[in-house]
Each structure stands twice: as structure tokens, then as C-alpha cells.
């Protein structure tokens, strides 16, 4: 059974640091595309950042700068650090894989289910 679970979520003041986990488990995605996305309360989910198998990273407008995505292939996990947080980073924040595709914007096909991340102004 394939699974990702995430971890490093919390409770944070605004200017302060976090960084995200995300293990995955069942199979390898060394060949695959990871991503992070997050869901705000009462907005649909986003992507924040990917990266492929060799290391090319693509992030969302809001972050860039902040948040570097990275991953670690032997681990079979995922890393988002995320730096400078503001009030409007507060959201629940999703792990995925794809099955089959090494190119960022492709579907994902396995998900986490999510962590916290809430960011106090």
C-alpha cells in the first residue's frame, strides 16, 4: 500500500520558519514528480512547489523567495522549508506523487492528508 504522510506542521508567529516532511512508503517515486500543495480554509487547493527526479523545482508566485522544495531520493521523501511565513500561508499542507510522470503540471496520483500549518500575525 503506497502512503505519504507529512509532518512538521504547527503553530508558528509570522517572520518565523517550518519545515515540512513527507515520507512516502509502498513504492519509489526516485523517477517521479513530488509536490506540495495547500488548501486554505474556504479556497480551493494549490500548488505551492514541485521538483522532478533530477532536482528542477517550479513554485507558486507567493512563495518564491521563502519556500525551497527539495527531496531526498534514497529517503523516498520530500522536504518543503518554508521561511519569512506570513498570516496568508495558513493552510493545510498536502504531499503528492505522481505514478508515472517526471513533469511538473502533470496530474498527481497519491496524496497525503495534509498538516496544519498556521501562521499567527
Known amino acids: 500500500q503506497v502512503q505519504l504522510v507529512e509532518s512538521g506542521g504547527g503553530l508558528v508567529q509570522a517572520g518565523g520558519s517550518l519545515r515540512l516532511s513527507c515520507a512516502a512508503s509502498g513504492r519509489t517515486f526516485s523517477r517521479n514528480v513530488m509536490g506540495w500543495f495547500r488548501q486554505a480554509p474556504g479556497k480551493q487547493r494549490v500548488l505551492v512547489a514541485a521538483?522532478?527526479?533530477?532536482?528542477?523545482?517550479h513554485y507558486t508566485d507567493s512563495v518564491k523567495g521563502r519556500f525551497t522544495i527539495s527531496r531526498d531520493n534514497v529517503k523516498n521523501t520530500a522536504y518543503l522549508q518554508m521561511n519569512s511565513l506570513k498570516p496568508e500561508d495558513t493552510a493545510v499542507y498536502s504531499c503528492?506523487?505522481?505514478?508515472?510522470?517526471?513533469?511538473?503540471?502533470?496530474?498527481?496520483?497519491?496524496w497525503g492528508k495534509g498538516t496544519l500549518v498556521t501562521v499567527s500575525s
Open positions: 521538483i522532478t527526479s533530477g532536482g528542477s523545482t
Open positions: 503528492a506523487a505522481s505514478a508515472h510522470s517526471d513533469i511538473i503540471g502533470q496530474g498527481m496520483n497519491y
